[in-house]
């Protein structure tokens, strides 16, 4: 590794700006990683396109942070070369793909949140957030549908299938929390009509979720006590793995382009 | 679009006309006018300004498109023109001219139904078949061989299909 991190100036907007693009790029990351290994090609494609999707919105939102931050970095600086603390994600995004089921877990989770958040995100006062927004909450209708029917297919399908599904809903359930949590620094762009207060979207969240648990004759778990950090840079030790093969070469090669 | 002086608007006028010519990579049928990613055409300082819009965040067809862009009125005769892209407002199949698809038809992929915005996700879809007509029809991958698309088969002739999602 040669190439050193970047330092980034983290006023509130630039930090909100790249919580959300590293949340599009480590779950892409992860939906690529299916990439010729998925059960079957329609699923092979699936992944590969809703990862191609997150990847567009990450690249649109570093792409602005780079310009409200101003400094000179761009979205590859914000890719490549931070480390794994610098990284601003929620950690249920960077959890590994486990088998399909926690996959699609995982997917069912995020997306039932992100198509809530880019549709309030439309109404942004700020005009760059809010054409993101307007782009990315198409996109994640798409996510949602699909990962929802897949939770029914899984949960009401085989013993074994909803074995594998009601373990993944236990196991990720404690990093959902983490959706709907605010600190003081998004607490002011809340306030000035720039960003959405997610604790809003907690009650339509739930339900949605309720709805498809209960239709895929899963359960939903009952414990409250949910784990964070992903926002502030405390990430598990899965993130670390996953950069280090992210940023592999431009560690290596700095600056190299083909 | 934006309002230019008058002697610009024969400029501008043939410079969207060599703009308007550029295919779309993966669907080669359709030019980016029939698709409504051209967004717009202005004359700037005697220098001719695209912008385009992405039909997906990710779509992989933009780069290619906005070089073909410079190509295009490179050999029209404008030098140094410049391509930006725009998000807003967000692009929408209902953009897609009633020619683009009818083209896409012709083409084996089924047309996205017009005014099927995002509520229609989540209801009843009938999609006709390009090849037959029929529409008893199936969806067989709600992802296809590009973000655009998902993949059906028609249970009357048979024969799979690419339908261009609408969004």
Sequence with gaps: MSAASITVSETPLVLYTL???????????RL?????????????????NMGLDLLGQAREL???????????????????????????????LEQPNGDFARTMTRQFFYAAF????????MKSRDATLAAIAAKSEKESAYHLRHSSEWMVRLGDGTDESHRRVQAAVDDLWAFTGE??????????????????????????????????????????????????GGRDGRHSEHLGHLLSELQSMQRSFPGATW | ???????????????????????????????????????????????????????????PAMNMIAVEIEVALERAGFRNSK????????????????????????????????????????????????????????VLSEFGSTSCKALWRCRSCREPFDYFKCH
């Design chain 1, 19 to 29: 919580r959300r693009a590293d949340d599009a790029l480590i779950l892409g990351h």
């Design chain 1, 32 to 48: 690529s990683e299916w990439c010729g290994h998925a059960p079957m090609l329609e699923e092979d494609m699936a992944m590969a």
């Design chain 1, 62 to 92: 570093y792409s602005y942070a780079a310009k409200v931050e101003g400094k000179g970095n761009d979205e590859d600086k914000f890719a490549y070369l931070r480390d794994v603390r610098q990284y601003r994600n929620l950690l249920l």
């Design chain 1, 114 to 121: 992100s198509d809530l958040y880019w549709r309030a995100m």
């Design chain 1, 179 to 228: 959706m709907f949590a605010v600190d003081d620094s998004e607490r002011g762009l809340i306030d000035a009509g720039i960003a959405i207060d997610p604790a809003m979207l907690r009650t339509p969240w739930l339900a949605t979720v309720s709805r498809v648990l209960d239709e895929s004759t899963l359960t939903k778990p009952q414990n409250e006590w949910m784990q964070q």
């Design chain 2, 1 to 59: 679009m934006v309002t230019i002086a008058a002697n610009d608007s024969d400029l501008r006028q043939r410079a969207w006309d060599a703009a308007a010519q550029v295919v779309d990579p993966e669907i080669p049928v359709l030019t980016i006018a029939d698709l409504g990613v051209l967004r717009d055409v202005a004359v700037r300082d005697g220098r001719i300004e695209v912008a385009i819009t992405p039909t997906y965040s990710g779509c």
């Design chain 2, 83 to 138: 391509v930006r892209t725009v998000l807003s407002p967000a692009w929408t199949t209902d953009w897609m001219s009633e020619d683009g698809r009818r083209k896409l038809k012709d083409y084996g992929i089924a047309p996205p139904q017009a005014g099927g915005g995002r509520r229609a996700l989540f209801g009843e879809q009938q999609v006709a078949c390009p090849q037959c007509g029929s529409t008893e029809t199936e």
